[in-house]
Every structure is written in structure tokens, then in C-alpha cells.
């Protein structure tokens, strides 16, 4: 037995070993962080019935992966179902999402209807066309919800698309306006949640590689390379690259808002604005420089802030 191959082996087993603890802490990171949004936000009570909405992407594989180990451990009792729209996309593989969701012994339902045909009738080459084809599957995800007899649909949306949704708003719709962990479903039937609300997406494709899920491609959105939502999503990468901690900075701030200091009177009533005489903390602070403790993400440099 030679020196060369003992090292080999020992080597090997020093790394195998390392990669099934950070995969460890991985697992124990996802549920601990989707534990407590659900906490944070009362996303998930006793008796509730959840429709998982599954798209074949990673996002909602990672979400209904985590969702199952939540349901094992919870301290209520609720139901997940499983639900995919199958908008007849040519080449879409159906038969992958009913073979692993049988392999998990998951609930689930397959709805088939052809929003592919009505998408790529109506939108021009080269436009975009989530929009529609959003309206169209909640539309439908609604109906099939209603027949489930489920009260929650639950959302694979993590972090980062948090962030994107707010930087888009704030760049082309002119509002402050964020994607929100919880809210009613805009016909007021039923509540949506997203459970990944504090999950980072790189978390979820080293998840989604360690569990090596079926990944289904989209040939409609995912084949559109030059929307705005994926402009977003690179500007805030090269961000996180320059300066490692700004997306959790700039998440936590969607959780700290100060409508005194933005410009929305239906927030704060600056026309009747009185003083009081009495200090205030969240009083004007014009003169002087706002203090800034930037964050120290795992060991590594935060932003800089520079004030001009």
C-alpha cells in the first residue's frame, strides 16, 4: 500500500467529510430561515390546507423541500398540496414533476391548459411576456385552489426577487412598493404566502444541486434574456460582489421603514405637522452626519459609505 494512494484516500475523505458539514449547515440554514418567516408573518396555522405552487424550477422544488421537513417538526397541524400548471409549452416534459412527487409521497394535482398558445398569440416577438401569462395562471391556480378547498397558496419568491420586485418598482412604476411575505390574493379569496422570503437564492442552487431536483427549464420567460427583472438581478450580483453584505442590508431595510422621513402625506400627516416640545428620536436630524454601522458578513468587508 503506497504513501501516495493513503494520501489520496485521507484527502478524499477530508473533503468528502467537509462538504457534508457545510451541506449540514445548509439544511439546518434554509429551515431555520424559513421557520422563521413563517413565524415572523404567522404565514401557517392549525388546519390550513397549502397549495404549493411548483413550476419546476428550483425555487419551488427547495420550497416544498423545506416545507415538508417544516411540516415534521411543526407544532400544528396543516396540509401541503402540490400543484403544477401544465401550460402545454412545446418540448415540456410532463411526466418529470408526476414521477418525483409520487417519489416524495406528496399530495398533488397536474392542471393542463394551454396559456402557452394564448401567450404567444397575443404578445409580439421580442416583448415581454410575464405579464400576461401571470394573469393567466393565477387566474387559473385560483380556480384550482378553490376546488383543492385550499386557503393558502404558498409561492417560491425568495430574497432576491424581493429586492428585485422593489428595485423595479422604484426604477419604471415610480413606487416604493416591495413583493410582501404574506398578503390576500388580489380577488380577496385566499391568502398567499412565501415561505423563501429570507432565503438567498445561492442558497437555493446549492440546495437545489446537493438534492439534484429535476430542474425544468421555462421556454417562455426564462428564454427572455433582456427583461428588466433580469437587469435587476444582475445589478444587485455585481453589488453583492463589490461590497458582500449589501443585499442583506438592503432586505433589512424593506423591514425598518420610516414613513416620516420618505414624502407619502397618506403615510404621515405632514400637512397638520405640530411640534410638541418634547424630544423626538425620529425628529429631523438634518445638520447632522447619519450614523452608519455597516454589517460584517461572514468575515468579509462590508459597504463603505461615503457621504459627499
Not at 500500500?1 to 489520496?8: D, K, L, R
Not at 412527487?101 to 392542471?111: N, T, W
Not at 380577488?187 to 422570503?197: D, K, M, Q, S, T
Request: glycine content about 6%.
Amino acid at each position: 500500500m503506497s504513501a501516495v494512494w493513503i494520501e489520496n484516500e485521507v484527502s478524499t475523505f477530508g473533503n468528502t467529510a467537509k462538504i457534508e458539514r457545510e451541506t449540514h449547515k445548509l439544511e439546518k440554514r434554509l429551515c431555520r430561515q424559513v421557520g422563521q418567516a413563517i413565524i415572523d408573518y404567522n404565514m401557517i396555522e392549525e388546519g390550513d390546507r397549502v397549495m404549493v405552487c411548483m413550476s419546476g424550477g428550483k425555487d419551488s422544488y427547495g420550497m416544498l423541500d423545506i416545507l415538508l421537513k417544516m411540516q415534521q417538526r411543526a407544532p400544528v397541524q396543516f396540509e401541503l398540496v402540490a400543484v403544477n400548471l401544465d401550460q402545454k409549452q412545446p418540448g415540456f416534459p410532463d411526466h418529470i414533476l408526476p414521477e418525483y412527487l409520487k417519489s416524495m409521497g406528496v399530495e398533488f394535482h397536474i392542471e393542463t391548459q394551454d396559456t402557452y398558445s394564448i401567450v404567444k398569440r397575443n404578445i409580439p416577438e421580442g416583448k415581454t411576456m410575464c405579464s400576461l401569462c401571470s394573469r393567466l395562471r393565477r387566474g387559473i391556480l385560483y380556480k384550482v385552489a378553490r376546488e383543492l378547498k385550499c386557503n393558502k397558496l404558498a409561492l417560491g419568491h425568495h430574497r432576491d426577487d424581493m429586492l428585485q420586485t422593489f428595485f423595479l418598482n422604484m426604477f419604471f412604476g415610480g413606487k416604493l412598493k416591495g413583493m410582501p411575505p404574506k398578503l390576500t390574493s388580489d380577488n380577496g379569496e385566499f391568502i398567499v404566502i412565501r415561505p423563501l422570503a429570507y432565503v438567498a437564492e445561492k442558497d437555493l442552487v446549492r440546495w437545489a444541486e446537493h438534492r439534484q431536483f429535476p430542474i425544468i427549464p421555462c421556454s417562455l420567460c426564462g428564454s427572455q434574456e433582456n427583461l428588466q427583472r433580469k437587469q435587476a438581478s444582475k445589478m444587485l450580483k455585481e453589488w453583492e460582489k463589490q461590497y458582500p453584505g449589501r443585499a442583506e442590508t438592503m432586505f433589512t431595510a424593506l423591514k425598518n421603514v420610516v414613513p416620516s422621513h420618505l414624502m407619502d402625506s397618506k403615510l404621515h400627516d405632514f400637512k397638520n405637522l405640530k411640534t410638541t416640545g418634547v424630544p423626538d428620536e425620529d425628529g429631523d436630524k438634518a445638520f447632522d452626519e447619519e450614523p452608519f454601522s455597516p454589517p460584517t458578513i461572514s468575515g468579509l468587508p462590508a459597504m463603505q459609505v461615503v457621504t459627499l
